[in-house]
């Protein structure tokens, strides 16, 4: 299968590769053991030398923190903890400066049960505000609503019933996180002008949250019982959200400079996935989470490919990949993990866990879509330890949020004032794994990304190009890019052993890019070296 090259001009988001900040977790500037605005700023200049060009910020909202700032009781304004809004538009400032855009979280789902709408329409029956959220009267036998399961503790319904004032309220995911009743004209409004504050400070879009959720089957059926146990926010998928999002898209699309929205479309098939982007007149971009999900198996990666053709192609809508984000293990934590259970010895996984990290890296910056590093992955980070007294999040996905170790001293540039710690233990083996001492190691999976970006930038083939999947040996993934005159073959072996090509025609091509070296490019002799990813020029 191929897709066709793209012609006429790209959009920035397009050609860019994003990074991916976690705020708490990337650089703290005043000690208190939490990341920050100031922080981030700091390491601006970092980010720039990596070559990214777009950073998406995760929640820095007001919030009480209930799900990490997923929670916000004000988004017009900076949680304190992160700093102020004078922070957040010098950061925006410095990243422009230095050519990067600026792309913030928004969460229209729900809010903070703190949030003054919630206060206020949870203070009576008679709020001015009681249908901004969603409430249902109680059943005759005191059971919720409906069977809809919310995220994270899967026995828990996505319901809480609200005593003082006599009715159950809709959360997908902690009773901390009411729903917004979308159906409320007021609430679209409101939400628009929280868009709209963004967009006037000069912020260049919006990762939306969860934004399959602002429309809802207003009959709230019950989920159907041969998806028992699933969460109902990785299934509600109805009709009047598109409608919504297009509402969405004219407002973004109203401002000067190009402003776009990537959402989280919580679906799990990719052909779901792709209605999100309408005929281009919803979502810019839509984060595809099967292979985000997706094994190291190069049949399976075949299949994620050719899955996100058929989606996407008729659309013209353009993909994006993913392969760590701050809700689930690094990818390369869950490679390990997966080997380990296929029976790899600590000894195998030693050599091959590092291996197999860096060949993902050449895969997500090689294929045809707007790649989303996950900050941390570009250091080979593997998930921290987090003993269990020191889990703080309600779905347990800290070990990815672990701070990120900047050097190799002992705090590994997370000084803090004294009785605090780091809100997270540091990931094991940052005695190596640490931005200066790679930034000093040619050899290092950092300048491995540095490498791949910079080629992806260079190349119209990838950045731009059509991609068409090619034959390949059992364990090895193989596809072409093409643009006009420049053709690129990029070739995966997913397995620990060597593989040796039958296809004689890529002998001689020149190497641009091999996931196992520091060195200079050489020619290709035609043996595929295990866990290794290389990049081919004719
Ligand atoms: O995530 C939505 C979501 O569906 C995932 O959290 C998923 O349920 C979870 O990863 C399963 O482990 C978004 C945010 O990315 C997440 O951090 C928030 O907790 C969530 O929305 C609620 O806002």
Redesign the pocket.
């Known amino acids: 299968m191929t897709t066709d090259a793209a012609d006429g001009p790209l959009a920035w988001w397009q050609e860019a590769v994003f990074y991916q900040i976690y705020p708490r977790s990337f650089a703290d500037s005043d000690g208190d053991g939490v990341g920050d605005l100031a922080g981030i700023r700091t390491r601006l200049a970092d980010l720039a030398w990596l070559g990214v060009d777009a950073l998406w910020i995760?929640p820095f909202f007001r919030s009480p923190m209930a799900?990490?700032?997923?929670?916000v009781s004000d988004y017009c304004d900076v949680d304190p903890l992160f700093g102020d809004l004078a922070d957040f538009d010098a950061l925006v400032a410095d990243a422009h400066g230095l050519g990067m855009r600026v792309v913030i979280?928004w969460?229209p789902?729900?809010t903070s049960d703190q949030h003054p709408w919630f206060v206020d329409a949870s203070s009576s029956r008679d709020s001015p505000r009681r249908d901004w959220y969603v409430w249902r009267d109680p059943t005759p036998d005191g059971s919720p609503p409906n069977n809809w399961v919310a995220?994270?503790d899967l026995t828990a319904p996505a319901w809480t019933f609200h005593e003082p004032t006599g009715q159950w309220y809709l959360h997908?995911?902690?009773s901390a996180?009411p729903d917004l009743n979308w159906d409320e004209p007021a609430v679209e409004a409101a939400m628009h002008d929280t868009l709209r504050f963004w967009l006037d400070r000069g912020v260049d879009g919006f990762r939306a949250?969860?934004v399959h959720g602002i429309g809802k089957d207003p009959a709230l059926p019950d989920d159907p019982p041969e998806v028992a146990g699933v969460?109902h926010?990785?299934l509600n998928d109805v009709p009047v959200t598109h409608e919504r999002l297009r509402s969405i898209r004219t407002l973004v699309d109203g401002y000067p400079g190009e402003r776009m929205m990537v959402g989280?479309v919580?679906l799990l098939t990719t052909e779901a996935v792709a209605t999100y982007y309408g005929h281009d007149d919803e979502l810019h971009l839509a984060f595809n989470f099967p292979p985000l999900f997706a094994p190291w198996l190069a049949d399976r990666w075949r299949a994620c490919i050719e899955d996100t053709q058929a989606a996407l192609d008729p659309r013209d809508a353009w993909p994006t990949w993913v392969l760590s984000?701050?809700?689930?293990p690094r990818h390369r934590t869950r490679y390990d993990r997966a080997a380990a259970r296929a029976g790899e010895d600590a000894a195998t996984a030693a050599v091959r866990s590092g291996a197999r990290a860096r060949a993902a890296a050449v895969l997500l910056l090689t294929l045809r879509g707007t790649p989303f590093v996950y900050q941390g992955d570009e250091l080979g980070l593997t998930d921290a330890d987090v003993p269990k007294d020191r889990v703080v999040?309600?779905?347990?996905?800290d070990g990815c949020r672990a701070p990120i170790p900047w050097d190799a001293t002992p705090d590994h540039g997370w000084p803090t004032r004294p009785g605090v710690v780091p809100w997270l233990p540091i990931a094991p083996g940052a005695d190596v794994a640490n931005r200066a001492s790679e930034a000093a190691d040619p050899g290092s999976v950092l300048h491995l990304y540095r490498r791949a970006i910079a080629l992806r930038h260079r190349s119209p083939a990838l950045s731009r190009g059509s991609c068409t999947l090619r034959d390949a040996p059992d364990g090895v993934l193989a596809y072409r890019r093409r643009h006009g005159d420049e053709v690129v073959d990029v070739l995966v072996n997913f397995d620990g052993a060597d593989v040796t090509l039958e296809d004689r025609s890529l002998l001689g091509a020149s190497l641009l890019l091999d996931s196992g070296d520091a060195g200079p490019p050489a020619a290709f002799t035609g043996v595929l070296g295990a866990d290794r990813a290389v990049v081919l020029r004719h």
């Open positions: 995760s799900d990490f700032g997923y929670d979280d969460v789902n729900h995220a994270f997908l995911f902690e996180q949250d969860v969460p926010c990785a989280e919580f984000n701050h809700d689930n999040d309600p779905g347990g996905r």
